[in-house]
């Protein structure tokens, strides 16, 4: 027993002195700038001191010092707000290139895979389908007026439970890419994007407690409706957008995705 107590408060003093040790390195780290800005206001003025030494002119001294006080406003003006916005926008222009590529896996993985089954779905696809072929020669223009048709199209989706069961089980073996998705911190910069996943999360979870998807009560097959459609609605607009990153950036990526393209049927089929 007395060994026990020993051993627990030997414990004790080493915890005592790690969180001294820590606290007291948070502190030197914090004081660092204080010691830094204090020696630098030393050295000049020792070299302020040591120019009147050698001059004698405190007036020369202080047309430069008012000088140098006078440019201070234009300093900070390019370091701090330009240089530091320009900085700032390269990182985030970064930060999407890195999104664009996550947004590129969801799309190889299964976002074209699963824009078939919701076309498949959908009663009225045919009504937007022209908008959504995307060509070659398409332009900014064309990819604004696609997106907003997309925005707008009200679909119809019809109970098809032969399909439902597929896409059941294409979404359940997806699940964790979708979860090492939704772990990605780079999905912070695009909010869109991580509704969509959350709707095809949502989806996948709701069909993952439904085992049986014959003679649904009317209730479940209206809300299992309610959410393919959000789904849908937001990979569509995903999409286009999508494919005019592919267009500007990477043509020959864009020329596939046009090839593989699920509403195009002339394209590689997918699902229709």
Not at 234 to 244: F, S
Request: proline content about 3%; hydrophobic content about 45%.
């Amino acid at each position: 027993m007395r060994d026990g107590f020993i051993r627990a408060t030997a414990g004790r003093k080493k915890g005592v002195a790690a969180l001294v040790e820590k606290r007291d390195g948070k502190k030197w780290y914090r004081s660092w700038y204080v010691y830094l800005g204090g020696a630098l206001l030393v050295s000049s003025a020792a070299l302020y001191y040591l120019h009147y030494l050698i001059f004698r002119d405190v007036r020369h001294i202080f047309i430069y010092l008012l000088g140098d006080l006078a440019l201070m406003p234009v300093e900070v003006l390019l370091v701090t707000i330009i240089i530091h916005r320009l900085l700032e926008v390269r990182e985030k222009r970064t930060r999407m290139e890195k999104l664009n590529m996550v947004i590129g896996a969801f799309f190889s993985e299964m976002g074209m895979q699963l824009l078939g089954y919701f076309a498949a779905f959908d009663a009225r696809c045919r009504e937007i389908r022209e908008c959504l072929l995307a060509r070659p020669e398409w332009e900014e223009e064309d990819f604004t007026m696609a997106r907003k048709r997309a925005e707008d199209h009200a679909c119809d989706i019809r109970r098809r439970e032969d399909l439902l069961e597929e896409m059941r089980l294409y979404l359940l073996s997806r699940r964790e890419f979708l979860l090492t998705l939704l772990e990605n911190p780079a999905l912070l910069e695009h909010e869109t994007f991580t509704d969509l996943l959350w709707a095809v999360f949502h989806l996948t979870e709701e069909l993952k407690y439904r085992e049986m998807l014959e003679d649904m009560p009317e209730a479940d097959t209206e809300h299992l409706c309610g959410d393919i459609a959000r789904a849908y609605t937001l990979l569509l607009r995903e999409w286009l957008i999508y494919l005019e990153h592919l267009k500007k950036n990477y043509p020959y990526l864009f020329s596939l995705a046009v090839r593989m393209n699920p509403l195009d049927p002339q394209a590689s089929p997918v699902i229709r």
